[in-house]
């Protein structure tokens, strides 16, 4: 069997080592005679990984003791209903910024729970974008400002990222740990796993811990982030697999270097980019200076020509290129994990595919 | 290695056939290139699997067309939340049956949520026990009833369900497919996945369909049931590992044949009940009427006795032996997955242990 270049927008592409790991110790976890899926989530075996786990998230996102780190199910769309259900209080405002699908689902979760002000609204813009930081109206004393840092549909992703007073949360499920930011400017973090992270069933959660304090007893006990704070995310059994897999990726970030993988990232990136760039048969669909480095987007001169694309590409082992199905077009998805010689064989069938069509 | 008698209470044993599967096509699932782990949850790969485990649960339960099977995040515990918030209308009250530890959690967040009646309450009796069907003080027009089928920690189990004629819900995270009876005499069936079905991280959520309908708009789109019906579990990205493991699962059950599954259940529990019974040494902790067939508890004449018990039990490879730690004791918990052989090896062990220092 060969291994397929994957370039779906998630659960996407994971790092052929840690699947390797995973299947080496899959009937026996370190000697446990267990798979760590048959372990107690309070046994050692499991806690072990918590731990790591945890650990790692902390080191790699420099995080200062004023945050926790949460493993929380549900994914993101769960998120965008915790969030005003603990932070939105009544009578309060929260800013919003809506720059697209994603952004827009977090919106109407929160406007079904309390005040919402859309601080700038990109999400029908054609080309695709971010808005930039002056063009936000935002409230005062609002509860918190919430964006989307890349939108995995139109490709746009934030480069600078707004400077407020309120608390600033972002949705990164779809580039945290891609590229350096500081994430101690944030007062939440979330990201559901399945794209740079590990497989689905498990979402990231970096709050700052004041933050948590102020929610209301009638939320359920299990959609409090406090509860889920005091217990180091084992309130319930947690989604230990996935956990696992998460440390794996966790592990491999740190062997890999994480600067050298967010080099690379850019330069994966960079190779397509310059591929459409340099032709008059391509064109990328987001304004190039908030063109994503994770799902980059494009068109070619006809809806006929771009199926044609897809599945000649999908001849020669690149798979999932098909563009969100609410978009269209090609959507190339290349996390973390897209090892560079997927990049290069994309880029060699796009010249192929423009010398043969264009 | 040798794989361990793992008497673990959740997350458990899985049949060894299912991670054997699990370990070969974890690179590359049937010729795709991708892990099941790497594969779109609306992709061709994962959709079969998706629709297989329905399939599956449909089949092995007996459902009629009027029940939705749903695949959702957050254990049994979001369950204890989402019931109410969907079903536990304004004015209404909710029927619970205070059996243990899991139904007081389950009471707990129904409570934080609108008017609860504990219609029987047994949950600190010793021996522990469940409610008969007489005890049970009704309310009229009871929004539902909510009852545990198996209290997982202290070892008691319903034989027969209660007759009403609110909508029956049961949480059967510890014996869903573990014996026979009829689903379509419930409103709503919920189990977490890690005992008898699969690993952590998903829940299975049988439900009635029109029970859904009665939702009101201000609960968050995530937690409404008719959200996931309406999506067939697919509104977000669900746990796609977890649920290819849980098809894995009852594809095993329908090769083994559940009745021939459910017998052997019953001859499992029979043979370390019998061990007890015919003992001084031992003594079960529950009624036998509601002796559970899955988490068979019992103490040793004392706590010095139980450490040493478990503890050498361990070296034998029969892990993970020890009681809740709410209430002490033994729990040896058998799930379909747990091999008769590892039960035979426990009786053996008790048997010794006594003779030793009986």
Known sequence: MSRAYNFSAGPAILPEEVLKQAQEEMMDFEGSGMS???CSHRGKEYSAVHEE?????KELL????DYSVLFLQGGASTQFAMIPMNLLGEGQTADYVNSGTWAGKAIKEAQNNGNVNIVADCAKDIPTRMPSNDELSLSDNAAYLHITSNETISGAQYKEFPETNAPLIADMSSDILSRPFDANKFGLIYAGAQKNLGPSGVALVIIRNDLSEQTLGHVPTIFQYKTHIANNSLFNTPPCFSIYIMMLVTRWIKKTGAENLYKQNAEKAGLIYSTIDSSEFYSGTAVPEYRSDMNITFRLPS??????????AAEQNLKSLKGHRSVGGVRASIYNAFPVQGVEALVSFMKDFEAKNG
């Open 303 to 312: 809806e006929e020509l771009e199926a044609q694309f897809i599945e000649k």
């Open 62 to 65: 420099n995080l200062n003791d």
């Open 36 to 38: 760590i899926m048959e």
């Open 53 to 57: 786990a945890t650990a790692n998230f």
